[in-house]
Nanobody
Framework: QVTLVESGGGLVQAGGSQRLSCAAS????????MGWFRQAPGKEREFAAA????????YYADSVKGRFTISRDNAKNTVYLQMNSLKPEDTGVYYC?????????????????WGQGTQITVSS
């Protein structure tokens, strides 16, 4: 069982930056690929970024590539999402996800474990 708790959401001006954190419970954090998804009002949840268990591989949706950076600290059981050059269309609830399969996150957009979400609002 893995419990995920996101933090770092808030109101940001367009062009600004914000960093999200996701703290995970459990002793096998490095065994899980981690991902960030987001859901805008009235839209379906979409994949944003993922990182392998070791942190050596990262993957991004085209919409965030070059602006967002996913990273993890396995010693702290935490995954981060650094978001730069934020746009109003980045507004939404951001969810952290964990799965033993990276492909499940990046290709099937699914995961075994989810956080409760944190709101990011980007004002224009």
């Amino acid at each position: 069982q893995v419990t995920l708790v996101e933090s770092g959401g808030g109101l940001v001006q367009a062009g600004g930056s914000q960093r999200l954190s996701c703290a995970a419970s459990g002793r096998t954090f490095s065994a899980y690929a981690m991902g960030w998804f987001r859901q805008a009002p009235g839209k379906e949840r979409e994949f944003a970024a993922a990182v392998t268990g070791s942190g050596g591989g990262t993957y991004y949706a085209d919409s965030v590539k070059g602006r967002f950076t996913i990273s993890r600290d396995n010693a702290k059981n935490t995954v981060y999402l650094q978001m730069n050059s934020l746009k109003p269309e980045d507004t939404g609830v951001y969810y952290c996800a964990a799965d033993r399969s990276l492909v499940m996150i990046t290709a099937r957009k699914k995961a075994d474990y989810w956080g409760q979400g944190t709101q990011i609002t980007v004002s224009s």
